[in-house]
């Protein structure tokens, strides 16, 4: 069983910055492809990054150029740095950790509101 702690939401202005963070438990961090998916209200859940266990990337068109998304496999961690952040950019964000596609886990979101 695998569990996703995310953490790092919050009010940020446009413009601003934020880093959230998803900490993993159990043993199969290090061969998970591991995702940011976020949803906006009245919207369906949308693919913001992703990052495989051997490190490729790849982003929603919406993001690129502005986020960067980063695992620690030693903290069992991964990272979304979001810079120039936008208003349409406010959702509630969700770590994703897939194993072979058989086993996959959610964490509980956390909020990201840009505002000014």
């Known amino acids: 069983q695998v569990q996703l702690v995310e953490s790092g939401g919050g009010l940020v202005q446009p413009g601003g910055s934020l880093t959230l963070s998803c900490a993993a438990s159990g043993s199969i961090f290090n061969f998970s492809d591991m995702g940011w998916y976020r949803q906006a209200p009245g919207k369906d859940r949308e693919l913001v990054a992703r990052i495989t266990s051997g490190f490729s990337t790849n982003y929603a068109d919406s993001v690129k150029g502005r986020f960067t998304i980063s695992r620690d496999n030693a903290k069992k961690t991964a990272y979304l740095q979001m810079n120039s952040l936008k208003p349409e950019d406010t959702a509630v964000y969700y770590c994703?950790?897939?194993?072979?596609?058989?086993?996959?886990?959610w964490g509980q979101g956390t909020q990201v509101t840009v505002s000014s």
């Open positions: 994703n950790s897939n194993y072979r596609s058989a086993h996959v886990y």
